[in-house]
């Protein structure tokens, strides 16, 4: 990979990371973490939170970004 590649990967991750935060900032993905499949424990003196389905979302999302960015580079 030459110098001009790297440069344009980072700048797509900067403007990624920007448009997830504002996504986020303005409680467009307040519905995540709280999908059926979702776990939480709630007990006296204990909370156990294990988020199974959001991580299976986020991971076909990010496999998808990737598999895309891939092909166009």
């Known amino acids: 990979m030459d110098a001009r590649t790297v440069g ?9 990371a920007v448009v ?3 996504a986020v900032y303005l409680g467009w993905l307040s519905w ?3 999908l ?3 776990l ?3 007990r006296e003196g204990m909370r ?3 988020p199974i389905t959001s ?3 986020a991971s076909i999302v990010l496999t998808l970004a990737v598999n ?3 092909r166009l580079f």
């Open 8 to 16: 344009l990967g980072i700048v797509v991750l900067g403007v990624a």
């Open 68 to 70: 895309l960015v891939r």
């Open 48 to 50: 156990v939170y294990v």
């Open 36 to 38: 059926p499949g979702d």
């Open 40 to 42: 939480r424990i709630e």
């Open 20 to 22: 997830v935060g504002l």
């Open 55 to 57: 991580m299976i979302v």
């Open 32 to 34: 995540f973490g709280h």
